[in-house]
């Protein structure tokens, strides 16, 4: 099975950043899309931004221009660069892996794995 592993997640103040990073465990051939969601208190798990093993991102619109993804593919990481942080990004923060390869031919996470969060708190 494949294990998520986030980290980075913390408080800060208004226009603030933070860096988060999740790492993959596993004898990992490749992994299709990384992504990050988050879930508010009271409110549905949302993408925030995906990225796939080419670098084609997606972000959400409210992301755009603050946030920035990226991944190592040799180190099966994704990260998520976060700039000019809002008291509204405050949320839990997840890391998600779509179809992952592993090198004896086997393939998981077809409908995605998920890491255990991360929880992001802005506020002043």
């Known amino acids: 099975q494949v294990q998520l592993v986030e980290s980075g997640g913390g408080l800060v103040q208004p226009g603030g950043s933070l860096r988060l990073s999740c790492a993959a465990s596993?004898?990992?051939?490749?992994?299709?899309?990384m992504g990050w969601y988050r879930q508010a208190p009271g409110k549905q798990r949302e993408l925030v931004a995906s990225?796939?093993?080419?670098?084609?991102?997606n972000y959400a619109d409210s992301m755009k221009g603050r946030f920035t993804i990226s991944r190592n593919n040799a180190k099966n990481t994704v990260f998520l660069q976060m700039n000019s942080l809002k008291p509204e990004d405050t949320a839990v923060y997840y890391c998600?892996?779509?179809?992952?390869?592993?090198?004896?031919?086997?393939?998981?996470?077809?409908?995605?794995?998920w890491g255990q969060g991360t929880r992001v708190t802005v506020s002043s």
């Open positions: 596993g004898s990992i051939f490749s992994i299709n899309v």
């Open positions: 990225i796939t093993r080419g670098g084609s991102t």
């Open positions: 998600n892996a779509d179809r992952v390869r592993f090198y004896n031919g086997s393939l998981r996470c077809t409908d995605g794995c």
